[in-house]
T-cell receptor
Framework: AQSVTQPDIHITVSEGASLELRCNYS??????LFWYVQSPGQGLQLLLK??????LVQGIKGFEAEFKRSQSSFNLRKPSVHWSDAAEYFC?????????????FGTGTRLTIIP | DGGITQSPKYLFRKEGQNVTLSCEQN?????MYWYRQDPGQGLRLIYY???????QKGDIAEGYSVSREKKESFPLTVTSAQKNPTAFYLC????????????FGPGTRLLVL
């Protein structure tokens, strides 16, 4: 079964600094990969997704992620964070199964922004 | 304005009581999903439905029930058999042509009195 690991439970970054959130997956083939963001008490918003092709994908709010097959990783990056980026970030993987696609989520990384 | 709505935002359950969480979408999506979120555990799939009048159990279906009588609606009932119902419940939907990509509602927080 596929699994997703987000090794950092909590990260603190200064406003204006760069950000990288780590995500590793375990699956035999190349899965579909996603990053979602969740503000406190809210639902999840899709930031970006990778299915195939260019391994560097651009998302909303200035985020990007890079798929590295050799490392089974899909890390999320942003060159300069804003206070409004404070939230919880979830990496997720889908295994394509003929119409029964299921999302498997990591446990999330909480991002705190300090002035 | 298309999207997914969940109601209520907060719900309180007494011991032995069944409660129903509402999920409605006007995106014309075929598939709908229910997830449970607990602190530090990510999201876990409860039930999902690919088409009207059909649904499948997810990873933690025990103590829950669903129905899918209309394409736009997928209510979740938390039954008295669910011994630890306190959690944040999220509904999601996806389009048939892109089922891998799920879009989420704002969630319902269920608390036990």
């Amino acid at each position: 079964a596929q699994s997703v690991t987000q090794p950092d439970i909590h990260i603190t970054v200064s406003e204006g600094a760069s950000l990288e959130l780590r995500c590793n997956y375990s699956y035999g083939a190349t899965p579909y990969l996603f990053w979602y963001v969740q503000s406190p008490g809210q639902g999840l918003q899709l930031l970006l997704k990778y299915f195939s092709g260019d391994t560097l994908v651009q998302g909303i709010k200035g985020f990007e992620a890079e798929f590295k097959r050799s490392q089974s990783s899909f890390n999320l990056r942003k060159p300069s964070v804003h206070w409004s980026d404070a939230a919880e970030y979830f990496c997720a993987v889908v295994v394509v199964n003929f119409g029964n696609e299921k999302l498997t989520f990591g446990t999330g990384t909480r991002l705190t922004i300090i002035p | 304005d298309g999207g997914i709505t969940q109601s209520p935002k907060y719900l309180f359950r007494k011991e032995g009581q069944n409660v129903t969480l509402s999920c409605e979408q006007n995106l014309n999506h075929d598939a709908m999903y229910w997830y449970r979120q607990d602190p530090g555990q990510g999201l876990r799939l409860i039930y999902y439905s690919q088409i009207v009048n059909d649904f499948q159990k997810g990873d933690i279906a025990e103590g829950y029930s669903v129905s899918r009588e209309k394409k736009e609606s997928f209510p979740l009932t938390v039954t008295s058999a669910q011994k630890n119902p306190t959690a944040f419940y999220l509904c999601a939907s996806s389009d048939f042509r892109e089922q891998e990509t799920q879009y989420f509602g704002p969630g319902t927080r269920l608390l036990v009195l």
